[in-house]
């Protein structure tokens, strides 16, 4: 499955970006689609995930209440709105792929298809 991320940019803390996360493979709609982040340093950790048909969702509790992702209307998309940026949201976002996973949906070691990632900065 190719994916491919965009949206990312600079913004002053606070600040808002919505990032999409895209493929034209027909079986776009039956994955389940997270959101990972890695900052310079750190390792590569859960940001959100979304089950195949939009309705569950998981969300690491540093971005609770301010990010939301969903899955478009076309089934050909999959966003993550990201309200009231922090310096320490600063990282390369990635999306990520996969027809299933045990345990959290988030469990990073269950991700398939990777896309090539968009950064995202919030510094003023």
């Known amino acids: 499955l190719e994916l491919a991320e965009s949206g990312g940019g600079l913004v002053p803390p606070g600040g808002s970006l919505r990032l999409s996360c895209r493929s034209s493979a027909s079986t776009f709609e039956y994955h389940i689609i997270g959101w990972f982040r890695q900052a310079p340093g750190k390792e590569r950790e859960a940001v959100a995930c979304i089950n195949d048909i939009g309705v569950r969702t998981d969300y690491v509790d540093s971005v609770k209440g301010r990010f939301t992702i969903s899955r478009g209307n076309n089934k050909s998309a999959v966003y993550l709105h990201m309200d009231s940026l922090k310096p320490e949201d600063q990282a390369t976002h990635y999306c990520?792929?996969?027809?299933?996973?045990?345990?959290?949906?988030?469990?990073?070691?269950?991700?398939?298809?990777w896309g090539q990632g968009t950064q995202v900065t919030a510094s003023s």
């Open positions: 990520a792929a996969t027809r299933a996973t045990s345990g959290s949906m988030c469990n990073i070691g269950w991700y398939d298809d």
